[in-house]
């Protein structure tokens, strides 16, 4: 399985981002997904996931209300719309695949087994 992401850039605080993730290889249908992101000088850290479905999704609490993950599996596409950004929002953000068999908290990078390139956006304050 091989994931893009795509769509970072600079934007203002209070401004919208559209992160797209690409898939190849695999059955996009049937994987759960996660997006993560990492700011300079930090560990990389969970934002969100979806299941194969679409439904439910699953949030960071400092991004609840505010990011929307959305996937459309017949385009083999997963998205992160990012709304009223903020500089803390600054960081690469990933896509992940979560591995099949895996049964632990979501949030948990151990949990996913393919990784996107990362793109990054930049919140200007």
């Known amino acids: 399985v091989q994931l893009q992401a795509s769509g970072g850039g600079l934007v203002q605080a209070g401004g919208s981002l559209r992160l797209s993730c690409a898939a190849s290889?695999?059955?996009?249908?049937?994987?759960?997904m996660g997006w993560f992101r990492q700011a300079a000088g930090k560990e990389r850290e969970f934002v969100g996931a979806i299941n194969w479905s679409g439904s439910p999704t699953y949030y960071k609490d400092s991004v609840k209300g505010r990011f929307t993950i959305s996937r459309d599996n017949a385009n083999n596409a997963m998205y992160l719309q990012m709304n009223s950004l903020k500089p803390e929002d600054t960081a690469v953000y990933y896509c992940?695949?979560?591995?099949?068999?895996?049964?632990?908290?979501?949030?948990?990078?151990?949990?996913?087994?393919?990784w996107g390139q990362g793109t990054l956006v930049t919140v200007s304050s």
């Open positions: 290889g695999g059955t996009f249908s049937r994987y759960f």
């Open positions: 992940a695949v979560l591995r099949p068999d895996y049964t632990g908290s979501l949030g948990l990078e151990q949990g996913y087994e393919y």
